[in-house]
């Protein structure tokens, strides 16, 4: 699986978008981005995927770039209850064969919101 | 509806002696995934379970660690002897299996290993 490149931490205001980038320059034809989130002592969270189209559902969007090296997920009104850890997964979506849809984590991007 | 369950929610132990962590998934969800999270290593996979098979139990990270699921549905991961490097939260997820890849996470199990 592609490896993927986020910012350690952000801040963001509450109420304001929160805009999270991701970079995955070495992505392959058939692989999608994911996005999953981690609360504090909570177990992650899907969020969002896509693979070259953008992607909005009710808790974010997802916007690839049509290189597909890089995307960002945006938070539209960001809430303290966002405070979390985000994490960007590149990955095939199917896999036949007996192959796993394991998720590789990588160590993501701690999103603050601030009152 | 319910979501995945794991049991117990935290879990202390003597190093040496041997832990079982249990997963109820969701419901008609075929695909189980362990995963482990701890300070040194952040979040990692363990094992996937497709029904009652692990065509992947790459991540296991020793001789000392197994899993089985049952009637496809629970899953049990068993610590033999445990380490203090054990000393993690063990997290299970499912999925409706290679179709749908949104997996759905249970609370964890928190390990220590005195």
């Known amino acids: 699986d592609a490896k993927t490149t986020q910012p350690p931490s952000m801040d963001c205001a509450e109420g304001r978008a929160a805009n999270l980038p991701c970079n995955h320059s070495?992505?392959?034809?058939?692989?999608?981005v994911y996005w999953y989130r981690q609360i504090h002592s909570q177990g992650p969270q899907y969020i969002i995927h896509?693979?070259?189209n953008n992607e909005t559902n009710e808790m974010a969007s997802l916007i690839i770039t049509e290189d597909r090296k890089s995307s960002t997920l945006i938070l539209p009104h960001a809430t303290l209850r966002d405070t979390a850890v985000y994490y960007c997964?590149?990955?095939?979506?199917?896999?036949?064969?007996?192959?796993?849809?394991?998720?590789?984590f990588g160590t993501g991007t701690l999103l603050a919101v601030q009152p | 509806g319910a979501g995945v369950s794991q049991s117990p929610s935290n879990k202390v132990t003597e190093k040496g002696k041997d832990v079982e962590l249990r997963c109820d998934p969701i419901?008609?969800?075929?695909?189980l995934y362990w995963y482990r999270q701890s300070l040194g290593q952040g979040l990692e996979f363990l094992i996937y379970?497709?029904?009652?098979?692990?065509?992947?139990k790459s991540g296991l990270p020793s001789d000392r660690f197994s899993a089985e699921r049952t009637g496809g549905s629970v899953s049990t991961l068993t610590i033999q002897r445990t380490q203090q490097e054990d000393s993690a939260v063990y997290l299970c997820?499912?999925?409706?299996?290679?179709?749908?890849?949104?997996?759905?996470f249970g609370p964890g199990t928190r390990l220590t290993v005195l």
């Open positions: 997820a499912s999925s409706w299996g290679r179709e749908y890849n949104e997996q759905f």
């Open positions: 070495t992505i392959s034809g058939n692989e999608y």
């Open positions: 896509g693979l070259k």
């Open positions: 997964i590149v990955r095939v979506a199917v896999e036949y064969g007996g192959a796993t849809n394991k998720l590789i």
């Open positions: 419901s008609g969800h075929t695909a």
């Open positions: 379970f497709q029904g009652n098979s692990a065509p992947d």
